[in-house]
């Protein structure tokens, strides 16, 4: 049930998260430009800041995983010396 995540699903997620905030960011912009004469300039900013608040998030949840990724990296890295280092004492 607790299994570890697998490091090359993980780094794929990241890159979506990635992708998703460059997508939002482009909407976001998108919406500013094209959409200044054809919504109520309340509305629009308000469209605007949901894109760009999505955009933080998922920026946000990819440097979370780069982040554990970065720890787990160098956590078994740490455990495999530490082993290495045990079996030259016995």
Known sequence: MNQRPDPAQLRKRMLI???????NLLMAL??????????????LTLITLVFLAFAGL???M????NKFL???ASG??????????NKVNE
């Open 17 to 23: 998260f990635y992708f998703a905030a460059g997508v």
């Open 30 to 43: 998108w919406v500013w430009s094209a959409g200044s004469g054809q919504a109520p300039g309340g509305t």
């Open 58 to 60: 998922n920026y946000y």
């Open 62 to 65: 990819a440097r979370r995983i």
């Open 70 to 72: 970065r720890q787990s």
């Open 76 to 85: 078994s890295a740490a455990s495999t010396a530490a082993n290495a280092a």
